[in-house]
């Protein structure tokens, strides 16, 4: 099933929808256990949970929740090694420049609604080349509420233009889903991502699924 009309605009979560930035969580997760004596971790165990952001590392690399006397520091640090080296590895996904170059070709604005700080999201993005092709980036330090609200949504679309129902919204996780819902926009949810239990996406209620960036692409055409 393919989108059965030209979108308004196309919005992508970042960090395991746009691009793979677990190289760079990897390797400063792994560093940081280092610097406290540990041994580095396998890094699908912390791919997994890219997605879930920074207090998902600390929790995955220290089992630390945020009330843990030692979570505030451990969180400091990884923060700013990470802030130290945030495109180091970073890369789009294999596929996703030909996607995007391919919605330009077409005229369709595209851009980012994440929930990575912009301290974070702009050096990345600009790293990578993407600061100037893209429509608009929307990140927690512009708005009120976080995803699954449908602020950062409805706050792209403005910025481009664009009617929210006639725009779509990917993600790889529930909350980019829900957001996108929340927002009345199609929604497609894609499983290369950072998923912990690949076959829950099944139950996201997403408008569409893509296994593989081509995929995707397909779905966009």
Excluded at 13 to 30: E, K, Q, S, V
Excluded at 103 to 127: M, Q, S
Excluded at 136 to 165: M, N, S, W, Y
């Amino acid at each position: 099933m393919k989108t059965d009309t030209k979108p308004d605009s196309v919005l992508f979560d970042l960090d395991g929808t746009l691009i793979d930035t677990a190289p760079d969580f990897i390797r400063c997760l792994n560093q940081l256990r280092q610097l406290h004596g540990l041994t580095p971790l396998p890094a699908e165990q912390i791919r997994r949970s890219v997605s879930n952001g920074a207090r998902a590392m600390i929790r995955v690399g220290f089992g630390l929740e945020p009330e843990h006397p030692d979570y505030l520091a451990k969180h400091t640090e990884f923060l700013d090694l990470y802030e130290a080296g945030v495109a180091v590895e970073t890369t789009l996904f294999a596929d996703m420049e030909p996607l995007l170059q391919a919605l330009e070709a077409r005229g369709i604005p595209w851009g980012i609604v994440t929930n990575k700080p912009v301290r974070f999201a702009a050096p990345l993005i600009d790293a990578l080349g993407l600061a100037e092709r893209c429509a608009t980036v929307v990140c927690p330090d512009h708005v009120a509420q976080r995803k699954p609200h449908p602020e950062a949504l409805f706050l792209a679309c403005q910025h481009i233009g664009a009617d929210p129902a006639k725009s779509i919204y990917v993600g790889d996780h529930e909350r980019d889903i829900e957001a996108g819902r929340n927002a009345g926009m199609r929604t497609i949810a894609v499983r290369y991502g950072y998923i912990e239990e690949p076959a829950s996406v099944d139950s996201w209620q997403a408008d569409l699924i893509a296994d593989t960036v081509s995929d995707l692409a397909k779905l966009l055409q």
